[in-house]
């Protein structure tokens, strides 16, 4: 019982993170669909790609991701998908370029902490940091 605790504890940042990309996504898409920049609908389909591997490493793990936090991310990615379409573009990238700054941070902490997976959730921060990038522009 203690090591299904241990594992489900070692796995849970990987799980926030999968609901977070779900939540980023979506929000994107609503970003997109009030702006009409493809490079935010491509950066949109990144982060689903982001939430794949984070599928590959959570089986690596021989666990799934957390329907509960991937729920909440839904709703909060349906929410401020729907908040773009009436928020200035100012405000849009603020919270685009404050997603994408934590998650930024959130992918470098994932990669000291899962050395098995280093490459790849650095890669993942090297793209977040490409985000940031654009939306600074």
Not at 8 to 21: S, T
């Amino acid at each position: 019982m203690i090591n299904w605790f241990k594992k489900q504890w070692f796995v849970l940042p990987l799980q926030i993170n999968h609901g977070i990309e779900i939540g980023a996504a979506l929000a994107y898409s609503g970003h997109y669909k009030a702006l009409k920049d493809p490079e935010v609908k491509k950066i949109a389909l990144e982060e689903l790609d982001h939430m794949r591997h984070l599928d590959v490493m959570l089986a690596y793990y021989d666990t799934r991701h957390c329907t509960v936090i991937d729920f909440t991310f839904l709703i909060i990615g349906i929410i401020v998908s729907k908040l773009c379409l009436i928020a200035p573009e100012f405000l849009l990238t603020k919270v685009a370029l404050s997603l994408e700054i934590f998650a930024m941070w959130s992918y470098k902490k994932l990669a000291d902490r899962y050395p098995d997976h280093y490459n790849i959730l650095l890669h993942m921060h090297d793209t977040e940091l490409k985000h940031k990038e654009y939306f600074l522009r």
